[in-house]
């Protein structure tokens, strides 16, 4: 089984940075999933780990260390529109997603 | 706009009620899935079907009935359910069982009383 760990609550500036950090326990690791959600919508995909190293993708880049069972998704100038759930999920070796809890980021003027 | 939509995207029934959701993807996909949120926990998955076949039920009470009649749509019925089973339900789809991101739909807000 998966056990996935990320803090549930985050407040930033607008145009600042911020790392949110998931923690994982896996019994079979097959790559690792950012999403995002915003309130009362669906998640959306943000990014994919599978290898260690960093994943750029504009404003949001994700890293993976797998022998620490780490990876942080880093969003860089900040945005009020950023202001939503972020969702870190691990695939096992059966393609099946497990999904930690969330972590809830508050952008403020 | 995902490709995925779900209806209804509210729904409020009893106990002794008989509904249904609905799931249709436009992407091409061959793997759909049902999720289930609910307030302070994870995204908890349901059922997975794969080229019209449920290759997954992850314990998931029989009061939940699934039905995937072709590729493209994706049912979950709902009968005689209890209020702890309100909770957002989520449709996705992806390439195949192995494929990279999932897409999710916008959900149905569902509420037992």
């Known amino acids: 089984g998966q056990n996935i760990d990320q803090p549930t609550e985050m407040t930033a500036t607008e145009g600042a940075i911020v790392q949110i950090n998931c923690t994982y326990q896996?019994?079979?690791?097959?790559?690792l999933f950012w999403y995002q959600q915003h309130a009362g919508e669906a998640p959306t995909f943000l990014s994919y780990n599978v290898l260690d190293g960093l994943e750029e993708k504009g404003r949001f880049s994700s890293f993976l260390s797998r022998s620490k069972g780490y990876s942080y998704l880093l969003l860089k100038e900040l945005q009020m529109k950023d202001s939503a759930s972020y969702l870190c999920?691990?695939?096992?070796?059966?393609?099946?997603?497990?999904f930690g809890k969330g972590t809830m980021l508050l952008v403020s003027p | 706009e995902t490709g995925v939509t779900q209806t209804p995207r509210h729904l409020v029934m009893g106990m002794t009620n008989k509904k249904s959701l609905k799931c249709e993807q436009h992407l091409g996909h061959n793997a759909m899935y049902w999720y289930k949120q609910s307030a302070k926990k994870p995204l908890e998955l349901m059922f997975v079907?794969?080229?019209?076949?449920?290759?997954e039920n992850n314990s998931v009470p029989s009061r939940f009935s699934p039905e995937c009649p072709n590729s493209s749509h994706l049912f979950l019925h709902l009968h005689t359910l209890q209020p702890e089973d309100s909770a957002l339900y989520l449709c996705?789809?992806?390439?195949?069982?192995?494929?990279?991101?999932?897409?999710f739909g916008p959900g149905t807000r569902l509420t037992v009383t």
């Open positions: 079907y794969n080229f019209k076949e449920q290759t």
């Open positions: 996705a789809s992806s390439q195949d069982r192995g494929g990279h991101e999932q897409y």
């Open positions: 999920a691990v695939r096992d070796q059966d393609s099946t997603l497990t």
């Open positions: 896996t019994s079979g690791f097959n790559g």
